[in-house]
């Protein structure tokens, strides 16, 4: 386990590197030399929406780059749908004859993939992937309807055609060359049987490690799905396939029943609303509001740590007591932190109502990020990544999903949206 105040040195490495194409594409487009040092570092985010919101982003990167402004951007998060297009792209064996990613090549093979979707070919996929869920479990492994839809998901990709980059760590050597944003993506760690308003904690997977957005606390990618106790994998088992992650990070099935129930809700007057708050107040009685039974789970990375690791390690985790992302110098942050982040303003060992101790938990139960809000900004507004501007791109189909960028920009210091 990686515990630190700072990105990771490879991400650090390829971010220096990408600085150097994003001077010269802003100085292009203004006309003008920009001095090395006031290079802004300018963060894209697209939102979740399934296949609407990949073929969306599909044509927005195309029409980034087609202007010039891809090449001012340092990073693009993803969440849900979104992610979907980030992990073809950055897979170019699925569709690349020279083996690098391409905007135009990729567009192009998700439309092949979307229209092939039910034929007999895509059917031997999906048997072919299923198989390997009596593996997963004969591992000790969780098998849910996560993993399914992940069959379904590499079946319309046609993952197990190709061998090339199969797994979220083997995209690193298309990243390295910092010939495009550095890609994030996202997901959500919740408690079944417990509310998302009272425990959740947004985390974030790079093509080098996976952690908190929240804690400072972070794995190799290799370690998805090893058996962890005190910060040390004691039980190593195979990365994941791309497919099982892009499932993972589009579950959006993983809502809980009053979750479901509310993204319903339309208008707090109206008579549908009053049967649906009857059915979660039923749901809540019978004790199945908060249930989530189709969520994934991932071996649980905190396993152990909180209390003698964290001791031991005292002297590393200093003054922010390693959950938050706010340091003693950033106080005017604190109100954003606990809008953003309420699980994250709370003490650590000390987790609300029903939701049991995180350290206690073998296992991460994960969902869809856009079930807490649909807009992947939180990695992006980590003090380290240093974001000077964020675009976002929101392709959400309830309002209820979206979080209004400027109510961010009021809470945040030096944030430009």
């Known amino acids: 386990m990686r515990l630190s105040r700072e990105l990771n040195p490879k991400e650090e490495e390829i971010v220096a590197k990408r600085k150097e194409i994003c001077r010269s594409a802003i100085s292009k487009l203004l006309g003008k030399a920009v001095s090395p040092n006031k290079v802004p570092v300018v963060s894209i985010t697209a939102s979740g929406g399934g296949f609407r919101t990949m073929t969306a982003v599909a044509g927005i990167m195309q029409g980034l780059q087609g202007t010039g402004l891809l090449d001012c951007a340092t990073y693009f998060a993803s969440l849900s749908g979104s992610t979907w297009y980030l992990s073809n792209l950055f897979c170019p064996d699925l569709y690349s004859k020279d083996g690098k990613p391409d905007i135009n090549q990729c567009a192009e093979y998700l439309k092949e993939c979307c ?21 997963r479990k004969n591992n000790g492994l969780c098998v849910s309807a ?18 090339g980059t199969k797994t979220l760590s083997q995209q690193c050597c298309h990243v390295e060359t910092a010939e495009w944003p550095f890609p994030l993506y ?3 760690n919740v408690q079944s049987n417990v509310a998302r308003e009272k425990f959740h904690q947004w985390m974030e997977f790079t093509p080098f490690e996976y952690g908190f957005c929240t804690h400072r606390m972070s794995m190799k990618d290799d370690d998805l799905e090893g058996r962890k106790c005190k910060g040390v994998v004691c039980q190593e088992r195979d990365e ?9 990070w589009g579950s959006a099935m993983a809502v809980s029943l009053r979750e479901a129930l509310e993204f319903l809700k339309e208008d707090d007057h109206t008579l549908w609303d009053k049967v649906v708050a009857l059915m979660v107040k039923f749901a809540e009685f019978v004790k199945i509001a ?3 039974p ?4 991932l071996p649980n990375m905190l396993r152990g740590i909180a209390v003698d690791w964290m001791q031991s390690n005292a002297n590393k985790v200093q003054a922010d007591r390693v959950f938050t992302i706010i340091s003693e110098q950033e106080s005017d942050m604190k109100q954003f932190d606990a809008l953003l982040f309420p ?4 003490e650590f060992l000390l987790v609300p109502d029903k939701a049991k101790r995180v350290e206690d938990e ?4 994960l969902t869809d990020a856009g079930i807490d809000f649909n807009d992947p900004i939180p990695p992006v507004i980590k003090p380290e990544r240093r974001s000077d501007v964020i675009i976002v791109f929101d392709n959400s189909a309830l309002s209820s999903q979206w979080v209004d960028p400027f109510q961010v920009r009021a809470f945040s210091k030096g944030l430009l949206i």
């Open 343 to 346: 699980s994250a303003s709370s």
């Open 186 to 188: 996202t997901a959500l």
């Open 362 to 365: 073998e296992f991460m139960i």
């Open 146 to 163: 996560v993993d399914l839809w992940g069959c379904y998901l590499a079946s319309v990709f046609k993952l197990p055609e190709k061998t």
């Open 240 to 248: 994941p396939d791309i497919g099982y992650m892009m499932g993972l």
């Open 294 to 297: 189709l969520a994934a789970a």
């Open 115 to 135: 229209s092939q979707m039910g034929t007999k070919k895509f059917i031997a996929n999906f048997l072919g992937y299923i198989h390997q869920l009596d593996e």
């Open 290 to 292: 908060e249930l989530r």
